[in-house]
């Protein structure tokens, strides 16, 4: 009877996890799109959101017990992973969030991952149906969610979604963009 109990206890803890993952990851975004409507520099709420981070893992770490120093080789691996895929991923995201709805920059800015596969695939990586599927599917729902905005909305959706896709916008205001006209 114990040996089933411990397997149950073990998926419902799991199950927490998920559930307080996804609430934070959700959240976040209504968050960060109202601390920049009431006047937040996106570049500062970047830097603080990487350095609360940075705090709560350090202490999580400390209160396990698990911290240990990095070795001198793996600082400049550390230092790149901080600023590119923490800080400047934040401040893309916030400069994004400007102009696109906090839905949306999160769908788009998640997407990032079905990028990977086709990297993988260019470089000679073998991808296998179920893989390629799933990207194609993400991908199919990305253009549907990305194409309907764009549609009903002005050149300014375009500009902010490239934001939030890590490029940058075009060279002058997003409010002197013209209207897109649906099929024009």
């Known amino acids: 009877m114990r040996e089933s109990a ?5 998926a419902r803890h799991a199950f927490v996890q998920l ?15 109202t601390a920049l409507e009431d006047g937040a520099a996106p570049l500062w709420l970047a830097a603080g959101r990487a350095g609360l981070s940075a705090l709560t893992s350090f202490a999580l770490l400390i209160a396990l017990r698990r911290v ?62 179920r893989r390629l599927s799933g990207v194609l599917l993400g991908l199919l729902g990305s253009s549907f969610s990305s194409i309907r905005s764009i549609s009903r909305s002005s050149g300014a959706s ?13 060279g002058r205001s997003p409010s002197s963009i013209p209207a897109a006209t649906p099929g024009g």
Do not use: H
Not at 21 to 33: D, T
């Open 19 to 33: 559930v307080l993952a996804i609430a934070l990851f959700g959240f976040s975004w209504p968050v960060m799109k």
């Open 68 to 129: 240990r120093l990095p070795r001198a080789r793996d600082l400049p691996i550390i230092l790149t992973i901080g600023v590119f895929q923490l800080t400047a991923f934040f401040a893309l995201i916030n400069l994004g969030l400007r102009y696109v709805p906090a839905g949306r920059s999160a769908v788009l800015a998640y997407t990032t991952s079905l990028w990977l596969v086709p990297l993988a695939a260019a470089s000679g990586e073998r991808i296998g149906l």
């Open 158 to 170: 375009c500009s902010a979604m490239s934001f939030c896709c890590s490029r940058r916008c075009a």
């Open 6 to 10: 411990a397997p149950a206890s073990g």
